[in-house]
């Protein structure tokens, strides 16, 4: 049975970093990634990876801020979030599939079930 697992996600103030783990299990993935999902809005593609890691996308916003990694040993991504801000306060989803550096929320089969990241002003 594949799973995703996040952790890191807590509340942290503007200006402070966070750094985000999602473990795969049961299965390896050429693209791993994270969304987010903030309140009534929709799910927003934050980045992604590939399995060498040597392709990464980002969405254009959150460029310089946020850097994806991730170890195939440990079949582990990793979302490091530096500068933060309140407008980043969402539930962060982890997202595992097999198509190459997309956005689309469709192109992902498995999704973790998200922890909440919370920025105060």
């Known amino acids: 049975q594949v799973q995703l697992e996040e952790s890191g996600g807590g509340l942290v103030q503007a200006g402070g970093s966070l750094r985000l783990s999602c473990a795969a299990s049961?299965?390896?993935?050429?693209?791993m990634g994270w969304f987010r999902q903030a309140p009534g809005k929709e799910r927003d593609f934050v980045a992604a990876?590939?399995?060498?890691?040597?392709?990464?996308y980002y969405a254009n916003s959150l460029k310089g801020r946020f850097t994806i990694s991730r170890d195939n040993a440990k079949n582990t991504v990793y979302l490091q979030m530096n500068s933060l801000k309140p407008e980043d306060t969402a539930v962060y989803y982890c997202?595992?599939?097999?198509?190459?550096?997309?956005?689309?929320?469709?192109?992902?089969?498995?999704w973790g079930q998200g922890t909440q990241v919370t920025v105060s002003s």
């Open positions: 049961g299965q390896t993935f050429s693209t």
């Open positions: 997202v595992a599939g097999w198509v190459h550096g997309t956005d689309r929320p469709s192109d992902y089969s498995h």
């Open positions: 990876i590939s399995w060498s890691g040597s392709s990464t």
